[in-house]
């Protein structure tokens, strides 16, 4: 029973979440000219270092050839770089330049000034009760992706 429970409640937060990250998304983020998909990428090389098209295709939910076209014009403008595997060459490894990282961190400083005026009504209390809960969250889902690595 406590399973299932867990799941029903996972399951709602993340809805909640979902419908809370549309009304994020509804604010134009284009910062220097780039659309939200690209800054994205850019996020994600910043954060988790070098990665492969593939990968990157996966957790933005596009397919590859999709991302070609942003990827041309982030390395166009110096935000990226790549390199072809040497040991497998049909991998080619995308990482993000300084340039790249400079409006990287521009872009999660917007981010997180949005998501303090998604939340800014709420109370002191409130505020707490979820800061820790989601400290909580955190340090399990640390806990298993750890142990599934």
């Known amino acids: 029973m406590a399973r299932k429970e867990f799941v029903k409640v996972l399951e709602s937060n993340l809805f909640i979440l979902d419908r809370l990250s549309d009304r994020l998304q509804k604010n134009p ?47 166009r403008d110096g935000l990226v770089s790549r390199r072809i595997d040497e040991k497998d060459r049909r991998n080619t490894w995308y990482s993000v330049t300084a340039a790249g990282e400079k409006i990287a961190i521009q872009a999660m400083d917007t981010m997180r000034s949005m998501i303090e005026r998604l939340f800014s009504s709420l109370s002191r209390t409130d505020e707490d009760a979820l800061t820790k809960s989601l400290k909580t969250i955190n340090n399990i889902l640390t806990k298993m992706e750890l142990a599934n690595a």
């Open 29 to 75: 983020i284009v910062l220097s000219g780039y659309p939200r998909q690209q800054l994205s990428i850019l996020v994600r090389l910043h954060i988790g270092g070098p990665a492969k098209l593939k990968d990157i295709a996966h957790r933005e939910m596009v397919t590859a050839p999709n991302l070609c076209a942003a990827f041309r014009k982030l390395e």
